[in-house]
């Protein structure tokens, strides 16, 4: 067998042709971390919509972003944009009382937010912006709060 000397896409050699200088935000960026909660009433009904928060579309989600939803008003937990219901969470309340939509190692490893979201480009704004959206009536009053850790330059 071969015995190699390999290197991560964080390294950068300029004497080799061809090398690409690491992407600052991945190698250098700094983490951020946007916290909120947004609350319903036991009055809410289906295609009821939240919005939760504006980030940047380059954002690297990191996996400490999470949404806990124990206490929610709504049986379904749906997040994405605010035309793309379910680009981010659709998932039961009952699956578990703390969501999180970017796993350690998973196929959104290192991706930006656009991507993650599955737009076909960055938004000409820059921004995306993050909604709630009610799939049924809500189950009862209830909040959810979150926290999006997330990666810049």
């Given at each position: 067998?071969?015995?190699?000397?390999?290197?991560?896409d964080?390294?950068?050699?300029?004497?080799?042709?061809?090398?690409?200088?690491?992407?600052?935000?991945?190698a250098?960026?700094?983490?951020?971390?946007?916290?909120?909660?947004?609350?319903?009433?036991?009055?809410?009904?289906?295609?009821?919509?939240?919005?939760?928060?504006d980030?940047?579309?380059?954002?690297?989600?990191?996996?400490?972003?999470?949404?806990?939803?124990?206490?929610?008003?709504?049986?379904?937990?749906?997040?994405?944009?605010?035309?793309?219901?379910?680009?981010?969470?659709?998932?039961?309340?009952?699956?578990?009382?703390?969501?999180?939509?970017?796993?350690?190692?998973?196929?959104?490893?290192?991706?930006?937010?656009?991507?993650?979201?599955?737009?076909?480009?960055?938004?000409?704004?820059?921004?995306?912006?993050?909604?709630?959206?009610?799939?049924?009536?809500?189950?009862?009053?209830?909040?959810?709060?979150?926290?999006?850790?997330?990666?810049?330059?």
């Amino acid at each position: 067998m071969a015995v190699v000397i390999g290197k991560s896409d964080l390294i950068h050699d300029p004497l080799v042709a061809g090398s690409v200088p690491a992407d600052p935000q991945r190698a250098r960026g700094r983490v951020i971390v946007a916290m909120g909660t947004v609350a319903n009433l036991a009055t809410d009904s289906n295609t009821s919509k939240y919005h939760l928060v504006d980030l940047p579309a380059q954002a690297i989600l990191l996996p400490e972003t999470f949404f806990d939803v124990e206490n929610d008003g709504f049986a379904q937990i749906v997040i994405g944009t605010e035309t793309d219901t379910d680009a981010l969470v659709d998932q039961t309340k009952a699956t578990g009382n703390i969501v999180t939509p970017i796993t350690q190692g998973d196929a959104f490893h290192g991706k930006q937010l656009w991507e993650v979201l599955g737009l076909a480009e960055v938004p000409e704004s820059g921004m995306i912006s993050l909604w709630k959206h009610a799939e049924a009536a809500a189950t009862g009053a209830g909040n959810m709060p979150f926290a999006i850790h997330y990666l810049m330059s």
